[in-house]
């Protein structure tokens, strides 16, 4: 009786692979994405595309003098950098979603996966950070409390999708 109830349930499975069908994703995780595209319509061009001009609008909100403009040029340097890491990784792990390759893997592959791209990631925030360090040791009080609104909701690491409230108020 058992093995007739779970029969059906299972038979409907064999179409796909992986627990996700029966959990109503497998179109979204196999490469078949709505509207939004793969990752909320994650388009990582069009990030990079803007990221000139964040830092443009960060440079001239926090009103860099020329004394500040060597630690500035490092940092836009560091963000420009990481930025164009960050999207390459993004951009193959969209790839492996996409082709539905992530799934196939074996759990620990995909945890080592993930592990490997959370390391990549600490790593340019580490980087970020030290680079906003050497500048914001330079800033008079006023332009820190500019950097401690605005900087981090630009950089992606604010509150409610990235606009934290600084870009809320400002």
Do not use: C
């Not at 979204?28 to 709505?34: I, L, T």
């Not at 963000?79 to 979603?97: C, P, V, W, Y």
């Not at 906003?132 to 409390?145: G, I, N, P, W």
């Amino acid at each position: 009786m058992l093995a007739a109830s779970v029969a059906p349930a299972m038979a409907g499975a064999d179409d796909d692979s992986g627990w996700w069908p029966r959990w109503g994703m497998s179109r979204m995780m196999m490469g078949q994405w709505g509207m939004g595209g793969p990752m909320g319509g994650f388009d990582s061009d069009e990030m990079l595309d803007r990221i000139d001009g964040r830092v443009a609008f960060l440079k001239t909100e926090l009103k860099i003098t020329d004394e500040q403009a060597p630690a500035w040029d490092e940092l836009a340097g560091v963000i420009r950098s990481t930025a164009e890491a960050h999207n390459e990784l993004m951009r193959g792990m969209m790839q492996e979603f996409h082709d539905g390759d992530f799934l196939k893997k074996p759990l620990p592959e995909r945890l080592a996966y993930q592990q490997t791209h959370l390391e990549a990631r600490l790593e340019q925030v580490k980087s970020i950070r030290a680079a906003v360090e050497k500048l914001y040791a330079t800033l008079s009080d006023q332009q820190k409390k500019a950097a401690d609104e605005i900087v981090l909701p630009m950089m992606g690491m604010g509150l409610s999708g990235g606009f934290g409230h600084g870009m809320m108020f400002r």
